[in-house]
C-alpha cells in the first residue's frame, strides 16, 4: 500500500505553523488551532469540515491549494478538522446501490463510473450501499458535481454512515483509481549495440527507469545495467485537462503536450485539472502575457492558480528538469553585475533573505524555478529553466522585482 503525505497550515498561501501527516487524522485541531492552507506532497486525501471524518468532503490529490474556501468550493469555516489518506488501489472495483436506508428496495450493482444513476438505473433516490471492492466517490448530483461523499470497502445503511448527515442523497458515482499517483508504466524501447540489436522494456515511475531483461540474458554484464533517469521518454506521462466553467464543467479540452494557440479549443479557462507533470499556463497565445505554474492536482476555479481572469490561450509542459539539485544566481545589476548571491532552496522572501528589492539578471544551473512578483509567493509569477537570463525581460517580467521565488518540484 503506498502512502501520501499532506501538510496543513495554519494560514493561507502555506503560512504559520503547520502539521504533516501520512495517516488519518480524527482531529487535526489538537495539532493546530485553525487550517487555511494544506500541500499534498504525495498520494490521495479526503479532507473533512468536521472531526471524525464528518460535514463537507473533497477529496485532495497532489499538489498545492492556498486557500480552504476556495479549495471546498463553497463557503465553510476557515478549518479542515480531519483527513483520510486514501490508499492507491489498481484492483477491481464493485459496488452495491440501494434506493432506501437499510439497503431496502431497487439494488443495483456497479463495477464502473456512473455520471447519472437516474439515467441509467431510473433510480431517483439512493439512500445505501455496500461496497464490496474499491474506493469510490459519491456525488450529490448528476455528471460528479456537488459535494462528495469518500466511501471505502464496507456497509453503509444511510447517508449519515459515509459521513454527511446534510445531504438527501447521491446520484452520481465514480471510482478513484490510481490516477492519484503517476502510474508505473512499461515501455519496449530499442537499443543496438555493437554485437547485436537489444529489445528491452523499461518499467518506470516518475523520475527513474528499472530495465526488465529476459531471463536468458541474466549473466554478469547486464546484471551491472543501472537504473537510468528518464528525460526525453516522460512526455506521455504529462496531461492537464482545461474547463471553460468552474468546478470542472462546460466544455473541456485535455491535452498532453506545448500548445502555442489553445483558442480554437475553448474560450475561456475557469478550471483545470492536471493528472501529471507540471505546466505552465500562458494568458496569451505564443506564451505570451501573465504565466501561471501548476503542479499536480484539481484546480476547481482560477484563483485557485491564482489568476488575474479566464485567459489562458497557450501552456507549455515542464521537461528535462527531473533530479534532486535546485541551485540558481540571483544579481543585482544587469547582464550578471552587481552583487551575486547563490542559493538552493524555496525563498519567501527577497528582501528579508538578500536585501535585494529588485533582481536584474538571473542564471538557473540546476532545476526549474517560479519567480513571484511579491512576498510570500504571491502576485504575477515567471517560470525559468535551466539558461542564463542576462536581464529580467528574458524570463518575460515588465519589472525587476522579485518578492519571493521557489523551486518546482512536483511533475
Not at 487555511?36 to 504525495?42: G, H
Not at 532552496?345 to 527577497?350: H, W
Amino acid at each position: 500500500m503506498t502512502m501520501g503525505k499532506i501538510i496543513f497550515y495554519e494560514d493561507k498561501n502555506f503560512q504559520g505553523r503547520s502539521y504533516e501527516t501520512s495517516n488519518d487524522c480524527a482531529e487535526v485541531t489538537s495539532y493546530l488551532s485553525r487550517c487555511n492552507s494544506c500541500r499534498v506532497e504525495s498520494g490521495c486525501f479526503m479532507v473533512y469540515e468536521r472531526p471524525n471524518f464528518m460535514g463537507h468532503q473533497m477529496m485532495v490529490r497532489r499538489g498545492e491549494y492556498p486557500d480552504n474556501q476556495r479549495l471546498m468550493g463553497m463557503t465553510m469555516s476557515d478549518c479542515i478538522r480531519s483527513c483520510r489518506n486514501i490508499p492507491s488501489y489498481r484492483g477491481q472495483f464493485r459496488m452495491r446501490m440501494y434506493e432506501r436506508e437499510n439497503f431496502g428496495g431497487q439494488m443495483h450493482e456497479l463495477m464502473d463510473d456512473c455520471d447519472s444513476i437516474q439515467d441509467r438505473y431510473r433510480m431517483s433516490d439512493c439512500q445505501s450501499c455496500n461496497v464490496m471492492e474499491g474506493h469510490w466517490l459519491m456525488y450529490e448530483q448528476p455528471h460528479f458535481r456537488g459535494r462528495q461523499m469518500y466511501v471505502r470497502p464496507g456497509e453503509y445503511r444511510n447517508l449519515r454512515e459515509m459521513g454527511n448527515s446534510s445531504m438527501n442523497r447521491f446520484m452520481s458515482v465514480r471510482r478513484i483509481t490510481d490516477s492519484c499517483e503517476s502510474r508505473t508504466r512499461l515501455m519496449e524501447v530499442y537499443l543496438f549495440t555493437e554485437l547485436f540489436p537489444i529489445s528491452l522494456r523499461f518499467l518506470y515511475s516518475p523520475g527513474l527507469a528499472y530495465i526488465c531483461l529476459p531471463l536468458k540474458w541474466g549473466c554478469s554484464y547486464m546484471s551491472q545495467w543501472p537504473s537510468i533517469t528518464l528525460q526525453d521518454w516522460q512526455s506521455d506521462m504529462r496531461q492537464i485537462t482545461f474547463y471553460e466553467e468552474n468546478n470542472f464543467q462546460g466544455r473541456c479540452y485535455e491535452c498532453s503536450t506545448d500548445c502555442a494557440d489553445l483558442l480554437s479549443y475553448f474560450s475561456r479557462c475557469n478550471s483545470a485539472r492536471v493528472e501529471s507533470g507540471a505546466w505552465v499556463l500562458y494568458e496569451k497565445p505564443n506564451y505570451k502575457g501573465y504565466q501561471y505554474i501548476l503542479s499536480p492536482g484539481e484546480y476547481t476555479d482560477n484563483q485557485q492558480w491564482m489568476g488575474f481572469n479566464d485567459s489562458v490561450k497557450s501552456c507549455r509542459a515542464i521537461k528535462n528538469v527531473y533530479g534532486n539539485v535546485w541551485k540558481l544566481r540571483l544579481y543585482e545589476r544587469p547582464d550578471f553585475g552587481g552583487r551575486m548571491v547563490e542559493w538552493a532552496e524555496d525563498c519567501p522572501s527577497v528582501y528579508e533573505a538578500f536585501k535585494f528589492r529588485e533582481v536584474y539578471s538571473c542564471m538557473v544551473t540546476h532545476g526549474a524555478w517560479a519567480f513571484y512578483e511579491l512576498p510570500n509567493y504571491r502576485g504575477r509569477q515567471y517560470f525559468l529553466e535551466r539558461g542564463e537570463y542576462p536581464r529580467h525581460t528574458d524570463w518575460s517580467a515588465a519589472s525587476a522585482a522579485v518578492g519571493s521565488f521557489r523551486r518546482i518540484t512536483e511533475f
